[in-house]
């Protein structure tokens, strides 16, 4: 399947993105997850990109399409992808169009995740994600801990709140997605490609796209 999914911060998109990824072997592409391991990494993206992250702020586009264009064209992508909080603003959302036709891919569908605002809240601020670029699980201090308190399951790495995930970062995330990637349900509307899904439950969600898709 070729999937963009859409969705405020905290919507649960990387949750649906990785149960998808089970069923077909497509993968699951975050722009976020491969600049947050740039900033770790200390690359000269990941620097450039790290002062607008810790701000709520959108990476410029210039940074976030190469990125896009080198990973669509990887091996693994073949089997299909799902674009997981990409595109964010119509001018990504024209340059994502361009270059999928450039390389001859046709999505599926853009799926529309809806969420009510103060659940969204709560699971951000309760969020907490290991530091481990390489692993970056993510836990919740209310309803997923880690064992022990702090530390990664998986890895044995710290578990941290993100600078974006305080309540303040978090609002401020949502007026941005609010004035710059709302809009993108109209455009994928427009090409008769948008499906809305309203829930709070990653299995629920998952089942309706299914169905959409036919299987």
């Known amino acids: 399947m070729k999937l963009i999914l859409l969705g405020a911060p905290g919507a649960g998109k990387g949750t649906v993105a990785k149960l998808l990824t089970a069923i077909d072997g497509s993968v699951q592409i975050s722009t976020g997850d491969i600049l947050r391991g740039a900033v770790q990494a ?13 701000r709520g702020d959108l990476v410029p586009d210039s940074l976030i399409m190469g990125i896009m264009e080198k990973r669509l064209q990887e091996p693994d992508c073949k089997k299909g992808f799902l674009l ?18 450039q390389l001859k891919i046709t999505l599926d569908m853009v799926v ?11 699971r951000l601020c309760t969020r907490r994600t290991c530091e481990n670029p390489k692993c970056q699980a ?25 600078d974006d995930e305080t309540e303040g970062a978090i609002s401020h995330r949502l007026e941005t997605y609010n004035k710059k990637t709302a809009p993108l349900i ?22 309706e796209i299914k169905a959409a898709l036919g299987e």
């Open 138 to 162: 993510i836990y919740n201090v209310k309803s997923s801990p880690p064992k022990q308190a702090g530390i990664c399951d998986k890895c044995g790495s710290a578990v941290i709140q993100r």
């Open 84 to 101: 997981d909080g990409f595109p964010r603003t119509i001018p990504q959302a024209e340059a994502l169009t361009e270059l999928l036709d």
């Open 186 to 207: 109209g455009f994928y509307e427009k090409k008769g490609l948008l499906k809305n899904v309203t829930g709070t439950s990653s299995d629920v969600v998952v089942k």
């Open 42 to 54: 200390g690359t000269e993206l990941g620097r450039e990109a790290e002062a607008y992250m810790k």
């Open 112 to 122: 529309n995740i809806e969420v009510p605002r103060e659940v969204i809240l709560d």
